[in-house]
């Protein structure tokens, strides 16, 4: 008997030796791609009555982010700086430090003490920010916010899309891998999941009334896959086993495309399964080079604090806002109010991200 | 012949691995996809990660303690070797990676180790705050974030085939990682430990009694002290098998796994109560909770229900292993009336 375990053990040890050797096989695909959101909106905005205005004016605009250290705002901030370039508005962000509700709450109230014309705010907690923004409106400024629909007192709020829109989004995404045809199925994080549930039913709407050939998987129209890179490789591979005719898999949790395209890659089937999916650029940068997935979706942040600002020198130039609104910034050229809300705007803010632009972005 | 039989009849083990059985023609009923190469493959590098924290978790148990910081120390040691590697610029092979991430790994279960065994704290209370610290200590001190970029050793050896099954009639090819490896080694070791050291007959002894292992000479406190620190280096290692794999390290993503260890643990007929239970079981029973978890939808469950078809096998499983402990203890109890 012990001998056995000695036999065993030693094995173990040897195979355990050669798995150790490596070797090196480097695939680097680097692309510099020029980080500039710019676009046609762009010189229209800076030919906009109210932004001329604000800028003739000299109106004070300051944006406060959650963390102005997160590659998200700083992004934003490039956003912001551009805008000031290219239209003289006196339009800033701050710089608010690491993530921390009550910072970002004192921060406002020294932008209300300092008495700037207008604040865009993304709120860290609505709540302690909704207490400090009425401070701000009774002071007269105007107040923007973005990420924040529950905030009461704003002027307006921004939303960067809508469930509905964003979904139909992901499918064109989808189905454009695909080939607009085929059998597919969708993934959330959990059933539960209010966003992620609405935006895999819009697309599927959207899939029945645009793409005739594609079908939803009808043993298993939704997988869960617990916000969790492996559950969702484990899931797929069940998938791709249980249904042979299974061609894509449409994610919404930003881990669900890059645990599916683990599966992808590890049973061979690069460009024939696919998925997509929302995903933040730098995470994702070696698979979309690789072209296992071949598109993510995602919101830029950089659009997001320009559409802010831009709102924000309407409501200052004393402009009526009515949907559809158009602020010249892409993908909020046709904002809409929200359903039941009158300060809540939704625009088409998604952005498709693939090999050629995934580096630009900065996070 | 016939007495071996009864006795193996009487073990939980053999009862987990009918259940598997079962579950598996179940499944290859359904789906006509268990018993292929590629289906046994994903299985198994399913099984790698969950089985050495599984290993773990057992050691915490027989010794009639418990251990929920595992997945918060296994994050921990590993974002932070792998985040030194990186800024190292470090390309060699991926030994380092884990004598550095178990040297971290040690040192954290050493910290449960001292709190549990010197202090004599309770090991529940102990470890899920220290869970709360090894997290916050990543978040806050290390500002963890998700690293999609891994030293290129540690990438290769948790994606090179150790063995390969490729499905003839779907042309599915899955791999399983050299990672599996590491899965055998610490069982291994583990199951040599326990059966043939007197630290690992300790480790059993003061699971069953701790008075009476002092009495007879353990070294109580010393022994729960080293026994943790193995803990954390097995959970370590076990943490960069998971980098390995995923080719990149999200700091959250193994929070949350310590319930369906310790329930696989238990489902493997593991006194929770400590000092009794076979490295065997534990596997067997880690393995059927995986085995349930990946072959809802082979068997077809919908997503709405597989939840609750998970549950009920781990209370079916646990059920079974307490009814067949029960028996066991009467028919010991009948021997002893018998022998007076």
């Keep these: ?88 508005v006196n339009c800033y962000q701050i710089d608010t430090g690491e993530i921390d509700a009550t910072h970002q709450a004192q921060m406002v109230e020294d932008l209300i003490a300092q008495g700037v014309d207008a604040i865009c705010v993304v709120p860290v907690d609505v709540e302690s920010m909704d207490v400090v923004l ?76 645009n793409y005739p050939k594609m079908t939803l998987l009808e043993e298993n129209p939704r997988v869960e896959s617990n916000d969790n890179g492996d559950t969702a490789y484990n899931a797929a591979k069940e998938l791709i086993k249980t249904y042979p005719d299974l061609k894509g898999i449409l994610g919404t949790s930003s881990y669900d495309a890059p645990g ?13 399964f696919f998925t997509t999916g929302t995903g933040m650029p730098a995470d994702n940068a070696e698979l979309l080079k690789s072209g296992v997935i071949k598109s993510l979706t995602l919101w830029d942040p950089a659009m997001s604090g320009q559409a802010m600002v831009s709102l924000a020198c309407k409501v200052l130039a004393g402009e009526s806002i009515t949907a559809p609104l158009n602020l010249n910034v892409d993908g909020y050229t046709e904002m809409t109010e929200r359903e039941g809300s009158k300060t809540v705007l939704e625009g088409q803010g998604w952005v498709t991200i693939d090999a050629d632009n995934v580096d630009s972005f900065g996070f | ?134 997290q ?19 990438k290769e050896f948790g994606t090179n085939s150790f063995i390969t099954a490729t499905n003839k009639t779907n042309n599915l090819t899955s791999i399983l990682p050299y990672t599996f490896i590491i899965l055998l080694i610490v069982c291994a070791v583990m199951f040599f430990i326990l059966r043939y050291t007197i630290f690992g007959r300790g480790i059993y002894a003061i699971g069953g009694n701790p008075v009476s292992a002092h009495t007879v000479g353990f070294n109580v406190k010393r022994t729960k002290f080293f026994m943790y620190i193995i803990i954390g280096m097995i959970a370590a290692a076990g943490g960069i098998c998971r980098v390995c794999m995923m080719q990149q390290m999200h700091p959250t993503n193994m929070l949350g796994m310590e319930m369906n260890i310790i329930a696989g643990v238990v489902l493997g007929g593991v006194a929770l109560t400590g000092g009794a239970g076979t490295l065997i079981g534990c596997i067997l029973g880690t393995f059927l909770i995986i085995l349930v978890q990946n072959s809802m939808i082979l068997l ?38 018998e022998a007076a």
């Design chain 1, 1 to 88: 008997m012990k001998k056995g375990i000695a036999a065993l053990l030693c094995a173990t040890m040897v195979l355990g030796l050669t798995a150790c050797g490596s070797d090196t096989k480097e695939t680097s695909g680097e692309k510099k791609a020029e980080a500039s959101p710019a676009s046609e909106n762009q010189s229209q905005l800076a030919s906009d009555e109210a932004v001329k205005k604000a800028s003739d004016e000299g109106w004070e605009i300051a944006v406060v982010p959650k963390d102005s250290t997160n590659p998200w705002f700083v992004r934003m901030d490039t956003g912001v700086e551009e805008f000031a370039d290219t239209t003289g």
């Design chain 1, 260 to 272: 599916v395209a683990r599966a992808i890659q590890e049973l061979g089937l690069q460009d024939k």
């Design chain 2, 1 to 134: 012949m016939n007495k071996k039989l009864k006795s193996t009849f009487k073990s939980n083990e053999i009862y987990i691995f009918l259940i598997i059985i079962a579950l598996g023609i179940l499944v290859q009923i359904r789906s006509g996809q268990f018993f292929t190469g590629n289906n046994m493959v994903d299985l198994l590098s399913a099984m790698i990660v969950p089985g050495m924290f599984a290993v773990a978790e057992f050691l915490a148990i027989i010794a009639g303690g418990i251990d929920v910081s595992f997945p918060a120390l296994a994050s921990l040691s590993a974002y932070a070797s792998t985040r030194i590697l990186l800024d190292q610029n470090y390309d060699g092979n991926v030994i380092l990676a884990f004598v550095i991430a178990m040297a971290i790994g040690a040192l954290l279960g050493a910290v449960n180790g001292f709190l549990i065994g010197y202090l004599n704290l309770n090991a529940m209370i102990v470890t899920l705050g220290t869970s709360s610290v090894f």
């Design chain 1, 134 to 209: 009425k401070k701000a409106q009774d002071a007269g400024i105007v107040v923007i916010a973005h990420e924040g629909a529950e905030l009461k007192n704003v002027d307006y709020d921004i939303e960067a899309f809508s469930n509905a829109g964003y979904g139909a989004f992901i499918m064109q995404n989808l189905a454009e891998a695909m080939g607009e045809e085929g059998v597919y199925t969708t993934m959330v994080a959990s059933l539960t999941n209010g966003s992620h549930n609405e935006w895999a039913d819009a697309a599927v709407e959207y899939q029945k009334e």
């Design chain 2, 300 to 337: 077809g469950v919908p997503t709405t229900w597989s939840n609750v078809f998970v549950g009920i096998v781990i209370v079916v499983g646990v059920a079974l292993s307490a009814y067949q402990s029960i028996r066991t203890e009467k028919t010991k109890k009948k021997l002893v009336k």
């Design chain 2, 136 to 154: 916050g200590f990543m978040q806050g001190a290390l500002r963890a974030k998700q690293l999609s970029v891994i030293p290129s050793g540690m």
